[in-house]
């Protein structure tokens, strides 16, 4: 919810913020916890962080360059 706050008052700093809180490894072990071995390999699941991805995808769309500080983004 904080990136999405960010991204309605047009704030850097609190979408990059909340992608890095997400893309850090404590929460992305936690949100990773789905049936990836359906959909992607075991080695995707630890080296991507899919949310983290997307909201910085969707925020570079819509002409915010962010800098994300993770391996799991970048």
Do not use: C
Request: aromatic fraction near 14%; charge should be neutral; charged fraction near 25%.
């Amino acid at each position: 919810i904080t990136f999405f706050e960010g991204l309605a008052e047009k704030n850097e700093d609190k979408m990059q913020k909340a992608i890095e809180i997400i893309a850090s490894t404590k929460v992305h072990q936690k949100r990773q916890k789905f049936d990836y071995k359906t959909m992607y390999g075991d080695w995707e699941n630890g080296i991507m962080s899919y949310y983290g991805i997307l909201y910085t995808k969707l925020a570079w769309i819509l002409g915010f360059e962010l800098e994300i500080k993770s391996p799991l983004v970048s």
